[in-house]
């Protein structure tokens, strides 16, 4: 079925460090993707997303590239801050019955000033 | 930018005891979903809901569960009679058209004891 498979946390870095968050997925079809961000004590927040094939989406810094031939959409970001520790969550948007998002589990960044 | 709301933010409860968590989805939607996530583990889809009628269902939605749009604004789940591990954060979202983007409300944690 549908998955969302993304890298275990936590992630530690120190502010400035180069930041990749794997993120690979299994869907029938051509799914949508996403990033979510969840912050301490608050909801999911749509980070970026990318609709086709070889779309980048970018927010805040952050970049990711639908790829389908690796069925992947890594989580980017050159140089982190201490306001970006948070939870990110990978998800796949599919049309099956109703639209729907898979989540991937989260991965945990703390950013270390 | 447009929220989504959700009260209360945090309810503890007895098991076997019956909660309904509120939801105010942005006024021109007209799509409602439902999500959980119990803690430490991944966003999972429980209903969707469009035109007074749930659109479609996870295996997790059962018999315990209901939803309902009691009026023009506001959006319910509502868990009949409460279980341990019904123990989550629930997030509630809607999106204005079908394919559209899912705004997410800010969660409700429900702690069953």
């Known amino acids: 079925g549908d998955s969302v498979t993304q890298m275990e946390g936590p992630v530690t870095l120190s502010e400035e460090a180069f930041l990749t968050i794997n993120c690979t997925y299994t869907?029938?079809?051509?799914?949508?993707l996403f990033w979510y961000v969840q912050y301490p004590g608050e909801g999911l927040q749509l980070l970026l997303k990318a609709t086709k094939a070889d779309d980048k989406g970018s927010n805040k810094g952050f970049e990711a590239t639908y790829r389908k031939e690796t069925t992947s959409f890594h989580l980017e970001k050159g140089s982190v801050q201490v306001s970006d520790s948070a939870v990110y969550f990978c998800?796949?948007?599919?049309?099956?019955?109703?639209?729907?998002?898979?989540f991937g589990t989260g991965t945990r960044l703390k950013v270390l000033a | 930018e447009p929220e989504v709301t959700q009260t209360p933010s945090h309810q503890v409860t007895q098991m076997g005891q019956e909660v309904i968590l509120r939801c105010v989805p942005i006024?021109?939607?007209?799509?409602f979903y439902w999500y959980r996530q119990i803690l430490g583990q991944k966003v999972e889809f429980l209903v969707s809901f469009y035109n007074n009628e749930i659109s479609e269902k996870s295996e997790i939605f059962d018999d315990q569960f209901s939803v309902e749009r009691p009026d023009g604004s506001n959006f319910t789940l509502k868990i009949r009679s409460t279980k341990l591990e019904d123990s989550a954060m629930y997030f509630c979202a809607s999106s204005e058209g079908q394919g559209g983007r899912q705004y997410f409300g800010p969660g409700t944690r429900l702690l069953v004891l």
């Open positions: 998800a796949l948007r599919i049309a099956s019955g109703t639209y729907k998002y898979i």
């Open positions: 869907a029938t079809g051509y799914p949508s």
């Open positions: 006024s021109n939607h007209l799509y």
